[in-house]
């Protein structure tokens, strides 16, 4: 594939560490977050994020995390908090990992086999390098021409893995982030064509009611199931979509639409009194139901990534740190530091019973990631 040349500034860095004079500030006529207010480095939340990153590589080394979601997903976490702290232990681990596993070798095969590249662009952003380029060219050729579509144009979840075309809404992350970084940092066609893929999941998926199922036409699929960390992951990929969007002066109503919708959905089904989400949220008096970590951490991710960018407002701001608050009660001390508990496994679209059957573990690699992008996108943001 023809290498595009690259771009050393990263917007969101420079968004992220330099968009304002004055950390956690707030505009004194509206009491909101001026655009581009930055995370705050020395708050609370940043703190913890940085104690649970810390604590979980002393105790898992970088060699036996794998090429997949789970461990993209905990190394974007990593990447973003490095870019706050600039804490270089975060940066050895997910660059000793990238190179690890590209020296033993990949496979990018389906939507699960596309997180790693978000690292690589990540790296990418400091300079060039031929591997993590190639890490990046190689799964967009997976995109463009290896992995299956459906006749909507959707690509697949399972890609060459299974002879069944269908769109799960965990993709609009897993490869959804790779195109947002990159669309961002070097090819701003790849923002064309996440838009396209967000439509065309859109189409199938999300119902009148702003939720989104979990799978199109997928055998043993109870499609009245709305999953909260399928939902999840939709909501901060769009979120970091329309984000890039601003930052560029541009807009894309069609996906701001299909994203407020969704957001409202989702604030109707917070619990009250916890902050946090059930993992089923369209069955909330099933007595198997259980509030679930990593999905409120990720709706409290996008809701206030899409507050500090001006596009979602006090209500929902308000949403986001009440979710964080719920995160935080997840979080415990483990002896040698903070652990993320309460993180559902993996989990397929099925019936009813079999996601609330789903088993429920602590210091989860994907759980960890995904507390520390909520932890540094609630930092900072007027009370």
């Known amino acids: 594939m023809e290498r595009l040349p690259i771009v050393t500034v990263r917007a969101v860095g420079i968004a992220l560490l330099v968009g304002s004079a004055v950390f956690g500030c707030t505009d004194a006529t509206t009491g909101s977050c001026p655009d581009r207010c930055p995370p705050d480095p020395a708050s609370e939340e940043v703190e913890l994020a940085t104690a649970i990153a810390l604590r979980y590589i002393d105790s898992h080394p970088y060699e036996d995390e794998i090429w997949d979601w789970k461990s993209g997903v905990l190394m974007h976490g990593l990447s973003e908090l490095y870019l706050v702290t600039e804490e ?18 990949y496979q990018i095969v389906w939507s699960d086999s596309c997180p790693p590249a978000i690292t690589a662009v990540a790296l990418l952003s400091e300079g060039p390098n031929d591997d993590y380029q190639s890490v990046v060219d190689n799964t967009l050729e997976y995109l463009d021409l290896i992995a299956p579509r459906t006749e909507e144009g959707g690509i697949s979840h399972n890609g060459i893995l299974g002879n069944r075309l269908s769109v799960w809404l965990d993709s609009l992350f897993m490869f959804g982030m790779v195109l947002n970084r990159w669309g961002e940092l070097a090819d701003p066609d790849r923002l064309d064509m996440e838009s396209e893929q967000i439509q065309i999941f859109a189409d199938v998926l999300q119902d009148e009611n702003g939720f989104m199922r979990h799978a199109q036409d997928w055998p043993g699929y109870d499609e009245s ?13 769009l979120a970091d979509y329309l984000r890039i969007r601003v ?47 990593s ?18 407002g ?61 932890l540094i996108e609630t930092s900072g943001l007027p009370e």
């Open 314 to 374: 006090d209500a929902e701001r308000k949403v986001a740190l009440k979710a964080i608050e719920g995160v935080k009660e997840m979080i415990v001390d483990g002896g040698d530091g903070p652990v993320v508990t309460g993180v559902s496994t993996a989990t397929d679209p099925w019936s009813l019973q079999e996601y609330l059957d789903v088993a429920v573990e602590d210091d989860v690699n994907y759980g960890v990631g995904v507390a520390i992008l909520a």
């Open 247 to 293: 930052e560029r002066d541009q807009s894309d109503p069609q996906v701001e639409q299909i994203f407020r919708e969704h957001v409202q959905a989702i604030i109707g089904s917070q619990d009250e009194e916890t902050g946090r989400w059930l993992t089923v949220m369209s069955h909330p008096d099933e007595p198997d139901n259980y509030l679930e970590t």
């Open 88 to 105: 270089q232990r975060l940066h050895d681990y997910y660059q000793s990992w990238l190179d690890y596993r590209i020296d033993q070798g």
């Open 295 to 312: 999905a409120t951490a990720l709706f409290s991710y996008g809701i206030a990534r899409a507050y500090r960018y001006g596009i979602l």
């Open 225 to 237: 199931v709305y999953w909260a960390r399928g939902n999840s992951w939709v909501l901060g990929s």
